[in-house]
């Protein structure tokens, strides 16, 4: 049973029955990871973080992988109302003034920054619900959503990793197409829970 990084390394060493693999089966584990991160967006990866927009931008947190939602906030955090997301060169081509405009109303990402529009007329908190790289497997981060939720997805996407290194084609088809289902899988279950409970309303006002 995979319960921890200890025993997704013997899980993987176990079945492909080899044991010259100890010393790369971590990157095995490593390469996996990416590809999920890659290729999953499910609420696990979901993460909260107030930031201030400053001179017409912020900068996006280190682990930032997709942004979910965009507020702007009161000065207690409560949330006013949500920007709407175009590309760099639509806000640029309608905001080109880089002074006090009003109120912003839209953003786009730029570099590693987020960019707003119009040009701030103050200093303005904002609350961003984002797709996160959360912390990686690790000796010392033993467990994290992929072990405790789906410890089969990411011990699929190693086996795929282990695969090509030992250049068993067999394997690779097989192992592909397994975490392919895998992630398709855990994609749905999490689209399904975000539309379970009573249908979504939309409120006026």
Do not use: C, H
Not at 147 to 164: G, R, S, W
Not at 181 to 187: D, F, G, I, N, R
């Amino acid at each position: 049973m995979i319960t921890d990084y200890a025993s997704l390394q013997s899980a993987l060493t176990d079945y492909a029955a080899r044991d010259d693999l100890s010393t790369v089966v971590t990157t095995f584990i490593a390469q996996g990871e990416s590809r999920i991160y890659r290729d999953v967006r499910v609420i696990d990866m979901e993460v909260s973080a107030s930031e201030t927009i400053t001179n017409g931008a912020f900068a996006l947190p280190s682990d930032y992988l997709e942004m979910r939602n965009l507020y702007v906030t009161d000065s207690t955090g409560a949330l006013l109302y949500e920007l709407q997301r175009r590309t760099p060169f639509w806000l640029r081509s309608n905001y080109q003034q880089q002074s006090a405009q009003g109120t912003p109303q839209f953003y786009a990402r730029e570099g590693q920054n987020i960019i707003v529009g119009p040009y701030p007329d103050a200093t303005y908190p904002v609350t961003m619900l984002y797709y996160s790289r959360l912390a990686s497997l690790s000796n010392t981060n033993t467990t994290n959503w992929l072990i405790t939720k789906n410890p089969d997805l990411i011990f699929a996407a190693a086996m795929v990793e282990l695969a090509i290194y030992t250049q068993d084609q067999a394997a690779i088809q097989y192992w592909e197409g397994k975490y392919g289902q895998l992630s398709a899988a855990v994609q749905g279950a999490d689209k399904r829970e975000r539309m379970s409970g009573s249908a979504p309303v939309m409120s006026p006002g």
